[in-house]
């Protein structure tokens, strides 16, 4: 579809809107779905202070695919893609509404790629388990774009931009996933506490000061950024979705950051507001 049509379609799909802001959420532990805790609190508190979105594009971490999708459905199934927790967690529905309409928006506005519509995948725990703090009543229609795991972060980052006329259509664009994220590392008898490794400490303060200088080829060259980064990024899925996040602010936005706290030793909490 050329350029011209894309936008018609965007047009006609939903109208202007003030410009929605960009998060990325830490979403740690998939208890964090039904306990009480500070970082929960945040959520909630954002659900209150940004405006009442039309549709939530959700880039989770844990949605990895060969090439990139994104569901198309009209009732996303509540994905429980994790063992070993208690059942309470695994009762959990989240039974918001998809948006096939503006998974065909996303996919034409997206001109790196071809997106695949995905009609088999639903909301996984990524997405679920942090939105439900912030909706819920779960009547926000949420769709989710996948990680395409043979790519590279530039890719990603730079796939992220091509999202931005959706914040102008009251879209809110959610990364999901952890700066930092070891599990091999994690004390999981300290999973409760507000803990940290010397080099997940340190692997933290460079993240935020990079992005907060605006730095954000540091953050996609992350792989030459030392050992403290290597070992609070042994894997890139949760990393990525921060990725599409930093590629969406513009020059007069302003960053903030909240729920900067460790756990477990090596999971990052630390999310971001863009605006």
């Given amino acids: 579809m050329s350029d011209l049509k894309t936008l018609r379609t965007l047009n006609k799909s939903l109208p202007f809107t003030q410009k929605m802001p960009v998060l990325f959420l830490g979403h740690g532990s998939p208890m964090n779905a039904i306990e009480e805790n500070e970082f929960v609190s945040n959520f909630r508190r954002l659900g209150r202070e940004v405006a009442r ?37 695994f009762d959990v529905q ?3 509404p998809g948006s096939p309409e503006m998974a065909q928006v996303t996919k034409e506005l997206i001109t790196k790629t071809d997106v695949a519509l995905d009609h088999h995948w639903g909301l996984d725990h990524g997405a679920w388990s942090v ?17 395409d795991y043979t790519k590279s972060p530039k890719y990603h980052f730079e796939l ?17 996933g952890n700066v930092v994220h070891n599990l091999r590392k994690v004390k999981w008898n300290k999973l409760s506490d507000t803990y940290a490794w010397d080099w997940a400490e340190e692997a933290n303060e460079k993240m935020k000061s990079f992005i907060l200088d605006g730095n ?8 030459k950024q030392g050992s403290s980064f290597a070992l609070s990024i042994p894997t890139p899925e949760h990393y990525l979705p921060l990725l599409y996040v930093l590629g969406l602010k513009k020059k007069n936005e302003s960053v903030a950051l909240f729920n900067d706290k460790m756990v477990g030793g090596s999971i990052g909490m630390l999310s971001l507001k863009i605006d």
């Avoid at 439900?132 to 769709?143: E, L």
């Avoid at 954000?216 to 792989?223: H, M, N, P, R």
Wanted: glycine share 8%.
């Fill in 53 to 89: 979105p039309k549709v939530i594009l959700c880039i989770s971490a844990h949605w990895e695919t060969q090439g990139t999708k994104v569901t198309a459905m009209q009732h996303p199934p509540t994905i429980h893609d994790f063992g070993g927790f208690p059942q309470a967690l």
């Fill in 131 to 147: 939105i439900k703090h912030m909706y819920p009543d779960a009547d926000v229609p949420v769709i989710q774009l996948s990680l």
């Fill in 216 to 223: 954000y080829q540091a953050l996609v060259d992350y792989g």
């Fill in 94 to 96: 989240y039974p918001a």
């Fill in 160 to 176: 992220g931009q091509e999202l931005e006329k959706l914040r102008h259509k009251g879209v809110l664009i959610v990364g999901s």
